[in-house]
């Protein structure tokens, strides 16, 4: 079975500073993880995704993420948050060795603030 | 190349009513998800349809069930809505050949059920 739990409900940072946002994962079988954006009203972009190759991910937007398989996690950071960069955030799960015909796992998403 | 389109945007429906949801997949995509995210909460895996069959299900109740057509649209429907079943109602279209494994969403269809 595979699950992802996000830690932080809502996060709030000043513009310019560091952006982390937590997702830890479990997964009994190697995992394809990924960070999707959610802004108002509208569906879920791709930010970035682990595929097994490097374990330092580079996304859009300046977003990037480490898979540290010890701590069974994936966080996303960003060096400097920006006004746009407020939405919500979700991690995502699903097995690796299969097409995109394999279900996505979502965390309950993480509301990224960031004040003026 | 056009993305995943969703119809309608916005729906209204009555308890105890039927709805029927539709999405365009991706050019050159052969597969189809469904994702339901109530209010606050992240995406819930609905089913997959692959070449017009149910592809794998969550854990929904039968009375969700959906199509998939040749040119690779989709439908979903919902009978006998309840209040809960109020959501933002994802599509999401991928290919299944080769290596590929990202899945593209397109904007949702925001339903409430009164």
């Known amino acids: 079975a595979q699950s992802v739990t996000q830690l932080g409900s809502h996060v709030s940072v000043s513009e310019g500073a560091l952006v982390l946002l937590r997702c830890n994962y479990s997964s009994s079988v190697p995992p394809y993880l990924f960070w999707y954006v959610q802004y108002p009203n509208q569906g879920l972009q791709l930010l970035l995704k682990?595929?097994?190759?490097?374990?330092l991910v580079k996304g859009i937007n300046g977003f990037e993420a480490e898979f540290k398989k010890s701590e069974t996690s994936f966080h996303l950071t960003k060096p400097s948050a920006h006004m746009s960069d407020a939405a919500e955030y979700f991690c995502?799960?699903?097995?690796?060795?299969?097409?995109?015909?394999?279900?996505?796992?979502f965390g309950s998403g993480t509301r990224l603030s960031i004040r003026p | 190349e056009t993305g995943v389109t969703q119809s309608p945007t916005h729906l209204i429906k009555t308890r105890g009513q039927q709805v029927t949801l539709r999405c365009s997949s991706q050019?050159?995509?052969?597969?189809v998800s469904w994702y339901q995210q109530a209010l606050g909460q992240g995406p819930q895996f609905i089913f997959q349809y692959y070449r017009e069959e149910e592809n794998g299900r969550g854990n929904f109740p039968p009375r969700f069930s959906g199509l998939q057509f040749p040119n690779y649209s989709s439908e979903l429907n919902v009978n006998a809505l309840e209040l809960d079943d109020s959501a933002l109602y994802l599509c999401a279209s991928s290919s299944s050949s080769g290596t590929s494994y990202e899945q593209y969403f397109g904007p949702g269809t925001r339903l409430t059920v009164t």
């Open positions: 995502a799960v699903s097995r690796r060795g299969y097409s995109s015909a394999s279900k996505i796992i």
């Open positions: 682990y595929t097994s190759a490097a374990t």
């Open positions: 050019s050159g995509h052969n597969t």
